[in-house]
């Protein structure tokens, strides 16, 4: 699913390996659960390789777990997509239902 996304893209270098469709934290490494985001990986990186991250838009995102269509998201500790539950900040919303480790549309903001 390379080049599914619309939105803005910048290249980061990555301080973690980080595969397709997982978040990538502010600072560049895998974000720590419920915190903010800089984006989406476009493609897989490996630790300190530059590569595409979706910044806001729509994008393909990694499900962490089950979640429905419209329901507000946050990352968990793996970079992955979860159900926003009442805590932790809302990074985006679902286009469509998730499941465990299944790329879904994403509405980063």
Not at 71 to 78: I, N
Not at 94 to 100: F, K, N, P
């Amino acid at each position: 699913m390379y080049g599914q996304f619309f939105g803005t893209v910048i290249t980061q270098v990555v301080t973690d390996a980080i595969s397709q469709g997982m978040a990538v934290g502010l600072n560049g490494a895998l974000p720590s659960a419920g915190e903010a985001i800089l984006g989406v990986a476009i493609v897989a990186l490996d630790d300190n390789e530059a590569g595409a991250v979706c910044t806001n838009g729509v994008v393909y995102a990694l499900a962490g777990g089950s979640f429905s269509a419209k329901g507000a998201l946050k990352v968990d500790g793996a970079g992955k997509f979860i159900d926003q539950g009442g805590s932790g900040v809302i990074v985006g919303y679902a286009l469509e239902a998730g499941s465990a480790d299944k790329l879904v549309r994403v509405k980063l903001f």
